[in-house]
């Protein structure tokens, strides 16, 4: 059964609830986000669903097809935990070309892989995801990108500007 991207939020929480816990239910706590982006381990055992990137959209966004129970497949957008990466969108050329690189290397990171999505939850604009993503190899994607410079960490506060 594959499911498009018609309300992604509400597919995973259902998706979810039936696998036993794909995402956080109940009521937001004050200082969620910025708790959950910061520390990934306070979102708690969610387990983890393997999956294929089917696009990139940004440096810190795929859309994916998700397993996340035999036979169920989703298809959402995730957005990376913990990072923030340079808006093609851009400000100024600089975070422009930044945006550009940080999506290639993302690009890179998820080529013909397989990958697995984990500490998954809702995400501030309920349009996405917000995941942890790791290759076959466990090989984290925001840490290997924070590592070789394409985005930052983030705590789920207001962000910095790229430019200047």
């Given at each position: 059964m594959m499911v498009r991207r018609a309300l992604p939020f509400a597919v995973v929480f259902v998706a979810g609830f039936a696998a036993g816990g794909l995402v956080r239910v109940g009521a937001p706590r004050a200082g969620d986000a910025a708790d959950m982006a910061a520390d990934p381990a306070s979102v708690g055992d969610l387990g983890a669903y393997a999956g294929e990137v089917l696009r990139v959209i940004?440096?810190?966004?795929?859309?994916?097809?998700?397993?996340?129970?035999?036979?169920?497949?989703?298809?959402?957008?995730?957005?990376?935990?913990?990072?923030?990466?340079?808006?093609?969108?851009?400000?100024?050329?600089?975070?422009?070309?930044?945006?550009?690189?940080?999506?290639?290397?993302?690009?890179a990171f998820a080529a013909g892989r397989r990958v697995t999505f984990s500490a998954v939850g809702p995400d501030k604009y309920f349009g996405r995801v917000v995941a942890s993503l790791a290759d076959e190899g466990g090989r984290d994607a925001a840490a290997t990108l924070v590592a070789q410079g394409h985005v930052r960490r983030y705590d789920g506060r207001a962000r910095r500007g790229w430019c200047g």
């Open positions: 940004d440096g810190d966004t795929v859309e994916a097809r998700v397993n996340v129970w035999l036979g169920h497949q989703i298809v959402t957008h995730v957005r990376l935990r913990g990072v923030d990466a340079p808006e093609l969108n851009a400000a100024c050329a600089e975070e422009r070309t930044r945006a550009l690189a940080a999506r290639e290397a993302l690009a």
